[in-house]
């Protein structure tokens, strides 16, 4: 038998050999004909010279050939008749990539950063256009914006509630949980089905819980969310929005994160994105979003824009270092080294606005750069330090910045505006849900627009809804209600209040429990049940100039929302979110009832079967020693035994 298996190999690698040779033979010999009649033959050479059908589909393809001139395409589509669409030749694609780390000192001790990569690319989805050539976009991403026709996306994983009055206003604000909303472009036919088809594959993409996206907690804004992009129209039909206020946020979503930038987490400020680091903070939000922007201010060209956010805050109090004192390697166990080589632009900007004789903390290593922007209504100062430059990273190589406090805990501006809300009442029948938004303007009164959406097992009370600014009723000047449906659809309440200056707006409305079904419940029913966070939009009155140029060069941090009046700018505020309990069933009942019937049928039943089955039998005891050998001597001497 060894002998045989030794024989097959043998023959069988006698054959792959002898099929390698054959082959190889062929295209030798195929390559030396045409070598020799390209150079004896002119006119051979000549008409190779002309391009033949594959090599022009070929050189079609590539986006760095020169197109060939009129005569010649005209020759060869006379002499091959191809498709124009093989003749044209693919434009030119550009896309550009560039990456902030924003760090700001807070008041309170602690250190906020946000990261900002951005990449745009010249190119147009919404014609139809189908793209296979990807550079610095990722491919994931393209395929999903072509093929279920969108316009913008945003989509958000927060873990931690952003405490507005202790660290201001973020620069990209998110709710707890996953939010994801999206606007479709108009070609789409049935929204709600591309919608649910979408949602299952960012799922996928991101590794999240966003399958359990459906009817029951999805919503149509009919004046909220507008687009941050250009937009040619702004029929709300085609936009979605939802929220999973109970997502948990871990290390199997940021890794896909990472996995979109060009870099990856291997060069540039992505080498900072450490999960046990990240994850060990107060506040934690990631975010990618995807709209449609201008070039220039005419909007002749318009591009795709993906811009990828991650903000942290990190506490002084839980960090356990016992001093204030910041660095790089302390946030985030690492330095920076380098850039990234296919960013356009990499800094690092600290936030000195309120530090400027280096009277509460001290910077290290000291830069020379320095830059002004308008964020949120306020001019800001930063030092900045540009990766792109060697001398950034000193002789050792290695940047760790580092913040020393020199005077203890400063106080902050108060926020111009700022929400919260919680649940009132008692029982587990009826409640009323009160949301409070502050306005702190001393003397200037502006509009916001108030979003909540509730679960249907909350089901409203709207005619009990009251709206009261400094003890009067405020009258909303537009409201818009859409009622739930039990299973189907959530209730949709919009508004927009005017709020007063210097002033606390109190929007109350009650509400009653619904008794679900047993299969409906959670895992842990007692816990209770998560309802997401109110939404207000608004155009706060600012303290300067806003900057409404879109083609001048700017930190992109500040550029996030589009600005359209120099007096304004605009805050979205999310609220906390609920956390409501339901009539809750016995869930141990089932249990007991089990063990109970279980007990009876095993001892009454179990018992009565055994008497009804069981054979008696009377049996006689052993006789004793003596006895049995007397009995084996009467029976040698022939007696009966005993």
């Not at 020799?36 to 050479?45: F, G, I, L, R």
């Not at 680091?277 to 506040?283: A, P, R």
């Not at 800001?380 to 406090?405: A, C, E, K, M, P």
């Given at each position: 038998?060894?002998?045989?298996?030794?024989?097959?190999?043998?023959?069988?690698?006698?054959?792959?050999?002898?099929?390698?040779?054959?082959?190889?033979?062929?295209?030798?010999t195929?390559?030396?004909?045409?070598?020799v009649?390209?150079?004896?033959?002119?006119?051979?050479?000549?008409?190779t010279a002309?391009?033949?059908?594959?090599?022009?589909?070929?050189?079609?393809?590539?986006?760095?050939?020169?197109?060939?001139?009129?005569?010649?395409?005209?020759?060869?589509?006379?002499?091959?008749?191809?498709?124009?669409?093989?003749?044209?030749?693919?434009p030119?694609?550009?896309?550009?990539?560039?990456?902030?780390?924003?760090?700001?000192?807070?008041?309170?001790?602690?250190?906020?950063?946000?990261?900002?990569?951005?990449?745009?690319?010249?190119?147009?989805?919404?014609?139809?256009s189908?793209?296979?050539?990807?550079?610095?976009?990722?491919?994931?991403?393209?395929?999903?914006?072509?093929?279920?026709?969108?316009?913008?996306?945003?989509?958000?994983f927060?873990?931690?509630?952003?405490?507005?009055?202790?660290?201001?206003?973020?620069y990209?604000?998110?709710?707890?949980?996953?939010?994801?909303?999206?606007?479709?472009?108009?070609?789409?036919?049935?929204?709600?089905?591309?919608?649910?088809?979408?949602?299952n594959?960012?799922?996928?993409?991101?590794?999240?819980?966003?399958?359990f996206?459906?009817?029951?907690n999805?919503?149509?804004?009919?004046a909220?969310?507008?687009?941050?992009?250009?937009?040619?129209?702004?029929?709300?039909?085609?936009?979605r929005?939802?929220?999973?206020?109970?997502?948990?946020?871990?290390?199997?979503?940021?890794?896909?994160?990472?996995?979109?930038?060009?870099?990856?987490?291997?060069?540039?400020?992505?080498?900072?994105l450490?999960?046990?680091?990240?994850?060990?903070?107060?506040?934690?939000?990631?975010?990618?979003?995807?709209?449609?922007?201008?070039?220039?201010?005419?909007?002749?060209?318009?591009?795709l824009?993906?811009?990828?956010?991650?903000?942290v805050?990190?506490?002084?109090?839980?960090?356990?270092?016992?001093?204030?004192?910041?660095?790089?390697?302390?946030?985030?166990?690492?330095?920076?080294?380098?850039?990234?080589?296919?960013?356009?632009?990499?800094?690092?900007?600290?936030?000195?606005?309120?530090?400027?004789?280096?009277?509460?903390?001290e910077l290290?290593?000291?830069?020379?750069?320095?830059?002004?922007?308008?964020?949120?209504?306020?001019?800001?100062?930063?030092?900045?330090?540009?990766?792109?430059?060697?001398?950034?990273?000193?002789?050792?190589?290695?940047?760790?910045?580092?913040?020393?406090?020199?005077?203890?805990?400063?106080?902050?501006?108060r926020?111009?505006?700022?929400?919260?809300?919680?649940?009132?009442?008692?029982?587990l029948?009826?409640?009323?849900?009160?949301?409070?938004?502050?306005n702190?303007?001393?003397?200037?009164?502006?509009?916001?627009?108030?979003?909540?959406?509730?679960?249907?097992?909350?089901?409203?009370?709207?005619?009990?809804?009251?709206?009261?600014?400094?003890?009067?009723?405020?009258?909303?000047?537009?409201?818009?209600?859409?009622?739930?449906?039990?299973?189907?659809?959530?209730?949709?309440?919009?508004?927009?209040?005017?709020?007063?200056?210097?002033?606390?707006?109190?929007?109350?409305?009650?509400?009653?429990?619904?008794?679900l079904?047993?299969?409906?419940?959670?895992?842990?029913?007692?816990?209770?049940?998560?309802?997401?966070?109110?939404?207000?939009?608004?155009?706060?009155?600012?303290?300067?100039?806003?900057?409404?140029?879109?083609?001048?060069?700017?930190?992109?941090?500040?550029?996030?929302?589009?600005?359209?009046?120099?007096?304004?700018?605009?805050?979205?505020?999310?609220?906390?979110?609920?956390?409501?309990?339901?009539?809750?069933?016995?869930?141990?009942?089932?249990?007991?009832?089990?063990?109970?019937?279980?007990?009876?049928v095993?001892?009454?039943?179990?018992?009565?079967?055994?008497?009804?089955?069981?054979?008696?039998q009377?049996?006689?005891?052993?006789?004793?020693?003596?006895?049995?050998?007397?009995?084996?001597?009467?029976?040698?001497?022939?007696?009966?035994?005993?």
């Amino acid at each position: 038998m060894a002998a045989y298996r030794c024989l097959r190999c043998a023959w069988l690698l006698l054959v792959f050999i002898s099929t390698w040779y054959v082959v190889v033979s062929s295209e030798e010999t195929t390559q030396g004909h045409d070598r020799v009649s390209v150079a004896d033959n002119p006119q051979t050479a000549a008409d190779t010279a002309k391009q033949p059908l594959e090599e022009r589909r070929w050189e079609a393809t590539q986006v760095d050939k020169a197109v060939p001139d009129d005569a010649a395409a005209a020759a060869h589509k006379q002499d091959f008749p191809v498709p124009d669409s093989v003749l044209t030749p693919t434009p030119q694609l550009n896309d550009e990539f560039k990456e902030e780390l924003v760090i700001r000192p807070l008041h309170s001790g602690d250190i906020y950063a946000s990261f900002q990569f951005r990449t745009v690319w010249e190119t147009d989805f919404t014609r139809g256009s189908k793209v296979s050539h990807y550079r610095l976009f990722p491919k994931s991403l393209g395929q999903v914006i072509s093929k279920f026709s969108v316009q913008e996306l945003h989509i958000s994983f927060t873990q931690g509630y952003w405490r507005t009055m202790q660290w201001g206003q973020p620069y990209h604000p998110s709710p707890p949980g996953a939010e994801l909303w999206v606007w479709f472009q108009d070609t789409v036919t049935d929204v709600d089905a591309t919608w649910k088809e979408l949602t299952n594959v960012l799922s996928g993409i991101f590794c999240a819980s966003l399958n359990f996206i459906d009817s029951t907690n999805t919503v149509q804004p009919s004046a909220s969310f507008k687009p941050l992009g250009i937009a040619n129209g702004t029929d709300h039909r085609f936009l979605r929005y939802a929220t999973l206020p109970r997502e948990i946020v871990c290390t199997e979503n940021l890794t896909p994160w990472k996995k979109l930038l060009p870099c990856g987490s291997k060069a540039g400020l992505a080498v900072l994105l450490k999960s046990e680091k990240l994850f060990h903070s107060s506040f934690h939000s990631q975010a990618v979003h995807i709209r449609p922007v201008c070039q220039d201010q005419q909007c002749k060209t318009m591009s795709l824009e993906l811009r990828q956010t991650l903000n942290v805050v990190f506490d002084l109090h839980t960090s356990g270092q016992g001093k204030r004192e910041w660095s790089l390697f302390k946030m985030f166990s690492r330095t920076l080294t380098d850039a990234c080589p296919l960013a356009a632009s990499s800094k690092i900007y600290i936030d000195i606005t309120d530090n400027p004789q280096e009277e509460q903390f001290e910077l290290s290593p000291a830069t020379p750069l320095l830059s002004q922007a308008v964020v949120l209504g306020d001019r800001r100062t930063f030092s900045v330090y540009d990766l792109t430059q060697q001398v950034t990273f000193g002789t050792v190589r290695s940047l760790n910045v580092l913040i020393r406090w020199k005077s203890k805990e400063g106080d902050m501006l108060r926020p111009l505006l700022h929400a919260e809300r919680y649940v009132a009442g008692y029982g587990l029948q009826t409640g009323e849900i009160h949301t409070l938004m502050y306005n702190n303007h001393p003397f200037r009164s502006f509009p916001v627009l108030l979003l909540d959406s509730v679960p249907w097992y909350l089901r409203l009370y709207i005619h009990t809804l009251t709206v009261t600014s400094k003890g009067k009723d405020n009258k909303p000047s537009y409201i818009h209600y859409e009622p739930s449906k039990d299973r189907v659809r959530p209730h949709l309440l919009e508004m927009l209040v005017q709020l007063p200056p210097h002033s606390v707006t109190e929007i109350t409305v009650q509400f009653e429990r619904a008794l679900l079904k047993w299969t409906e419940y959670t895992p842990d029913p007692n816990h209770g049940f998560y309802v997401g966070s109110s939404v207000i939009s608004a155009l706060v009155p600012s303290t300067v100039a806003m900057n409404t140029n879109i083609t001048e060069e700017q930190p992109l941090f500040s550029t996030f929302f589009p600005c359209k009046e120099e007096s304004s700018y605009f805050v979205r505020v999310y609220t906390e979110p609920l956390l409501v309990n339901l009539p809750t069933p016995d869930f141990s009942m089932p249990y007991n009832v089990i063990c109970l019937t279980c007990t009876v049928v095993a001892v009454g039943y179990g018992s009565l079967y055994n008497l009804l089955t069981r054979s008696f039998q009377i049996e006689e005891p052993n006789p004793g020693l003596a006895k049995r050998i007397a009995n084996i001597i009467r029976k040698m001497r022939g007696v009966p035994p005993l």
